[in-house]
């Protein structure tokens, strides 16, 4: 896919950028990957740390089986 990117740069920015060869479109995408993969993991942490909060009762053997086979179940269909 293309995409036609015009940025609106301080000089010194984009001279810095462009010598460290950041401006290529290579370079971009590494860079936009690396930064959607830090969201996702900061999305992680944020979510496990909500999950902690909750205080829930650990589940039994009983409900864990349980609930695996609820998820097998619908997988399978």
């Known amino acids: 896919m293309t995409l036609d ?3 609106d740069l301080p ?3 984009f001279k810095e950028a462009k010598e460290a060869g ?3 479109p290579a370079e ?3 860079l936009l990957r690396e930064e959607l993969r830090r969201r ?3 999305e992680l942490f944020v ?3 909500k999950l902690a909060a909750l205080e829930l009762l650990p589940l039994t053997e ?3 089986e349980a609930e695996i086979a609820a998820a097998r179940e619908t997988r399978s269909k």
Request: no cysteine; proline share 0%; aromatic share 0%.
């Open 11 to 13: 000089e010194n920015v």
């Open 62 to 64: 009983e409900e864990l």
């Open 5 to 7: 990117l015009k940025l």
């Open 28 to 30: 971009i995408e590494r």
């Open 40 to 42: 996702r993991v900061d």
């Open 22 to 24: 950041l401006l290529q």
């Open 47 to 49: 979510t496990a740390d």
